[in-house]
Nanobody, 120 residues
């Protein structure tokens, strides 16, 4: 089993910044990919950014140039630096991890979500 614990959400004014962090713990062989999704009330959960072994980061068009995803593979963490926040960024942000367990089976895990509110 893997647990993902998120932190860093909060209330910021438009143009402000937040840094979300996610730490993975538990029993696993490897975590080849981690990322962030978000979901606003009444809307579908959508991809924000991912970072995968062997590839550079990927961002959806709406956050390119504003958000930066990074990993510390030794600590099994992934961060999302969010700059120039806009009201449309308001959502619950979820950490996501693709995990290889000790039996080399592939599983997907989600964090509990952290609220990001951008409002003046």
């Amino acid at each position: 089993q893997v647990q993902l614990v998120e932190s860093g959400g909060g209330l910021v004014q438009p143009g402000g910044s937040l840094r979300l962090s996610c730490a993975a713990s538990g029993s696993f062989f490897a975590i080849p990919a981690m990322g962030w999704h978000r979901q606003a009330p009444g809307k579908q959960r959508t991809l924000v950014a991912t970072i995968t072994d062997g590839d550079g980061p990927y961002y959806v068009d709406s956050v390119k140039g504003r958000f930066t995803i990074s990993r510390d593979k030794d600590k099994n963490t992934v961060d999302l630096q969010m700059n120039g926040l806009e009201p449309n960024d308001t959502a619950v942000y979820y950490c996501n991890a693709h995990v290889e367990d000790c039996g080399l089976d592939f599983e997907e895990y989600w964090g509990q979500g952290t609220q990001v509110t951008v409002s003046s």
